[in-house]
């Protein structure tokens, strides 16, 4: 599918077969894709057979990245289709194994929100921060939808602000509220003759689309390549020519976080790293009908991969390890001054 194709234009099950047969020919990112092809089966209304694919990796978890993102879709979908009793049961599970991907927090907690569940959706939220974010002086960009949900969800309860309430409004930047998003006293109609009502309402859903807008405008990173020491060898090794775009190792390396450094300075946001496998990279030619040595490809194998889900986020914290894979941390390392 096309980014630009609009989503009622979208043939939701020939999408979710293309995903699977690309997945059959990319097994190193069948998890990424068998998980869009399944959220394309649940837009079809063929919740079945989205659960048939969770259920598909879920026969391997030993191969899973993210396990726990994948039985709590699951758990959403299943409670979707009035399988509420095998819902709940994943979801308890989740919240036992306590994963430290807040993706799988946020499925399960929303999932209980829809379903009228707002005291253990506001626990499961609780839970997730408690986990993730104590002592963590700034919370991760892929954290904020926990403080986001907690928020509302009290909201809805009537429970008063405290801390975490607080530190979601300071990460909020749409110029509404969280208080006035989450309000769930705010009842409109459409015909209020109050002129200022009016105003304030357009004003609102103007900053609620284009929040969304934002959102959505770049579904995966801006992502910059890297090749670990011991395939940038094997790489240049099999293709000379490309030791002009690679000199060396740590050239590289610098040239990275350099890159990613202007992109950040210049505005761009939401931006990551891949890391590239010769094998991977070969495949990627070969159905580009083209080789390995051309340089035009790197800027888009980089973006494929960034398409399957595999880009790391960057900058990442001062205290994690750098995105390098040195062992240092990364205040330490690239993310140094000097660096």
């Keep these: 599918m096309r980014p630009d194709t ?38 079809a209304d063929d919740r079945p057979a989205a659960t048939a694919l969770y259920d598909r990796l879920l026969a391997t978890p030993d191969t899973l990245e993210n396990a726990a993102l994948v039985r709590a879709l699951k758990a959403s979908n299943l409670w979707e289709y009035d399988h509420e009793a095998e819902a709940r049961a994943i979801i308890e599970g989740i ?4 994963p430290r991907d807040p993706a799988p927090w946020v499925i399960v907690a929303e999932s209980l929100e829809s379903h009228d569940e707002l005291e253990a959706a506001h626990d499961t939220f609780t839970q997730a921060a408690a986990l993730l974010l104590t002592d963590v002086a700034e919370p991760p ?4 939808p926990v403080l986001f949900g907690r928020h509302r969800v009290r909201r809805m309860l009537g429970l008063p602000h405290d801390d975490w309430d607080a530190r979601a409004d300071t990460l909020h930047s749409s110029p509404i509220s969280l208080d006035e998003l989450h309000d769930p006293k705010r009842v409109w109609s459409l015909g209020s003759d109050n002129p200022q009502e009016l105003e304030a309402e357009i004003s609102r859903l103007r900053a609620e689309l284009g929040t969304y807008r934002e959102a959505l405008s770049r579904p995966f990173p801006v992502a910059v390549l890297h090749w670990p020491a011991e395939e940038l060898a ?3 090794s099999a293709y000379p020519t490309l030791t002009t775009e690679y000199p060396s190792h740590p050239e590289h390396l610098a040239t990275i976080e350099s890159s990613l450094r202007e992109l950040s300075v210049s505005g761009t946001g939401n931006l990551g790293i891949v890391t590239g496998t010769v094998p991977s990279y070969e495949a990627f030619a070969a159905s580009e009908g083209s080789s390995p040595a051309d340089t035009t ?20 914290q001062r205290t994690s390890d750098c995105w390098c894979g040195v062992g240092q941390a990364y205040a330490e390392c690239h993310g140094s001054p000097t660096a």
Excluded at 141 to 144: G, L, N
Aim: charged share 20%; hydrophobic share 45%.
């Design 141 to 144: 960009y892929a954290t904020h």
């Design 95 to 98: 919240r036992t194994t306590a």
């Design 297 to 316: 490809l790197l800027p888009q194998y980089a973006t494929t991969l960034a398409a399957r889900g595999r880009a790391v986020a960057w900058p990442p």
């Design 6 to 43: 609009p989503a009622e234009n979208v043939d939701h099950t020939a999408e979710a077969a293309r995903l699977e047969r690309t997945a059959g020919r990319y097994p190193e990112d069948a998890e990424a894709l068998l998980l869009q092809a399944a959220a394309h089966l649940e837009l």
């Design 234 to 236: 094997e790489l240049l």
